[in-house]
């Protein structure tokens, strides 16, 4: 089955932090960069990073030095380690497939092809 399974999500306080993870099934880390977005009621749906198929990274300017992505290859799986957490992290929180024709990582969602269905992250004292 060709799909993303998201996990993690939850109310944390602020200064907090929160681990996410994206399991992929129907293809592999390998092939395939895979991104974090995140989408707050009523705005859209923005970029927070993205891990290459060889393990690059790039960042949202208000996550870097916070957030962390990494690959567990062995479990076909991608986490998202967020630190000092803020309300203005608060968001359902996506992972999605970049698609295969482009290569190069990036945080816009035009290049995502396949989507997970989303986990709640809620910063709060």
């Known amino acids: 089955q060709l799909q993303l399974v998201e996990t993690g999500g939850g109310l944390v306080q602020p200064g907090g932090s929160l681990r996410l993870s994206c399991r992929a099934s129907?293809?592999?880390?390998?092939?395939?960069?895979i991104g974090w977005f995140r989408q707050a009621p009523g705005k859209e749906r923005l970029g927070v990073s993205c891990?290459?198929?060889?393990?690059?990274?790039m960042y949202e300017n208000s996550v870097k030095g916070r957030f962390t992505t990494s690959r567990d290859i062995a479990e076909n799986t991608v986490h998202l380690h967020m630190n000092s957490l803020n309300p203005a992290d608060t968001a359902q929180y996506y992972c999605?497939?970049?698609?295969?024709?482009?290569?190069?990582?990036?945080?816009?969602?035009?290049?995502?092809?396949?989507w997970g269905q989303g986990t709640q992250v809620t910063v709060s004292s």
């Open positions: 891990i290459t198929r060889t393990g690059g990274t």
């Open positions: 999605a497939r970049k698609k295969e024709n482009t290569p190069w990582c990036s945080i816009d969602s035009i290049d995502y092809d396949l």
């Open positions: 129907g293809f592999t880390l390998d092939v395939h960069n």
